[in-house]
């Protein structure tokens, strides 16, 4: 079965750049996470998507952080502008039902590098 | 604010021992609770959940959960070094906010 598909999985960007990362959620499922993952705070929900709408767009992310679900099949999350304290690694994650009876499947995450 | 720890930070035991790792929360009105085990460089993955006050056992692993005490925990009888991860609990109040702890990194050791 395929799962969560994450690309690139490796970025390393500058200081001030644009950067876009991908995720491909598994098929037929409604909802899609982006969460952040660093050591000193764990995995931080980033956006949340049901059925293509936006239904957190994530508290004090959404400076610089801009998630998007142009369709069912596909996501992206771009950070504008890049900040060395983005580095970590964002993880993608689906899920038929959201967070009730059924845990979500996630992807293998982009680590990010900004320096 | 839901707060979800987790002990210890790190732990290292000698193949074939019990393992066990702790999970607090503060919201007693929790109602799912998952453990996910993640190895380096690769998706976090659900190993177990438990909706209910008890325990439910698959395999070497068994989950027991406590909303009095606000505690649920995770023990792994006979670990392998493939058991080597991190283990991270989560915890939903409902809806999508769930709350994950920082994580507990496992070593075993052959």
């Known amino acids: 079965d395929a799962g969560v598909t994450q690309t690139p999985r490796h970025e390393v960007a500058e200081k001030g750049q644009t950067i876009i990362l991908k995720c491909e959620p598994v098929?037929?499922?409604?909802?899609l996470f982006w969460y952040r993952q660093t050591k000193i705070q764990g995995l931080e929900l980033l956006s949340y998507?049901?059925?293509?709408?936006?239904?957190?767009d994530g508290g004090a992310f959404k400076d610089r952080f801009k998630a998007e679900m142009l369709n069912s099949s596909f996501s992206t999350l771009k950070i504008q502008p890049t900040e060395p304290k983005d580095s970590a690694v964002y993880l993608c994650a689906s899920s038929p039902t959201g967070w009730n009876n059924q845990a979500p499947l996630f992807g293998e995450g982009t680590r990010l590098s900004v320096l | 604010q839901q707060n979800v720890q987790q002990s210890p930070e790190s732990l290292i035991v000698p193949e074939g021992a019990r393992t066990s790792l702790n999970c607090t929360f503060s919201d007693s009105a929790s109602q799912y609770f998952w453990w996910y085990r993640q190895h380096s460089g690769k998706a976090p993955k659900a190993l177990m959940s438990i909706f209910s006050n008890g325990e439910k056992e698959e395999g070497r692993f068994t989950i027991h959960l406590n909303k009095a005490s606000l505690h649920f925990s995770l023990h792994i009888r006979d670990s392998q070094p493939s058991d080597s991860a991190l283990y991270l609990c989560a915890v939903n109040p409902g809806g999508y906010k769930v709350v994950f702890g920082s994580g507990t990194r496992l070593l075993v050791s052959p």
């Open positions: 998507f049901r059925s293509k709408s936006l239904m957190e």
């Open positions: 098929s037929g499922h409604n909802d």
